[in-house]
């Protein structure tokens, strides 16, 4: 069974720096995509960035620039580097692997809280 589970969160300043980490364990067949999102405060969850199956990379518009998100085949780990981090980047981060060939499936970690004080 797939489970993704994040660490590295936790609290910083403005203008600091978090690495999260995103294990993946079950050994998916066939990983199609990796992401981070965010839900912060009273907003909806939203993709921050994603890594696809030929390492090609998406960011949102308010984190280009200041996040970098990579994976490591060997160690089956996602991580999100963030810099130049600012109270509204404050959120619970959420992993998700999406796999499969013919048919997709999906799933998400458990969430680990970024809190960006200013």
């Known amino acids: 069974q797939v489970q993704l589970v994040e660490s590295g969160g936790g609290l910083v300043q403005a203008g600091g720096s978090l690495t999260l980490s995103c294990k993946i364990s079950?050994?998916?067949?066939?990983?199609?995509?990796l992401g981070w999102y965010r839900q912060g405060p009273g907003k909806q969850r939203e993709l921050v960035a994603e890594i696809g199956r030929h390492e090609s990379t998406t960011y949102a518009d308010s984190v280009k620039g200041r996040f970098t998100i990579s994976r490591d085949g060997w160690k089956n780990t996602v991580d999100l580097q963030m810099n130049s981090l600012t109270p509204e980047d404050t959120a619970v981060y959420y992993c998700?692997?999406?796999?499969?060939?013919?048919?997709?499936?999906?799933?998400w970690g458990q969430g680990t809280q970024v809190t960006v004080s200013s």
């Open positions: 998700h692997v999406i796999w499969g060939h013919l048919d997709e499936y999906d799933k």
């Open positions: 079950g050994t998916p067949v066939y990983i199609n995509a």
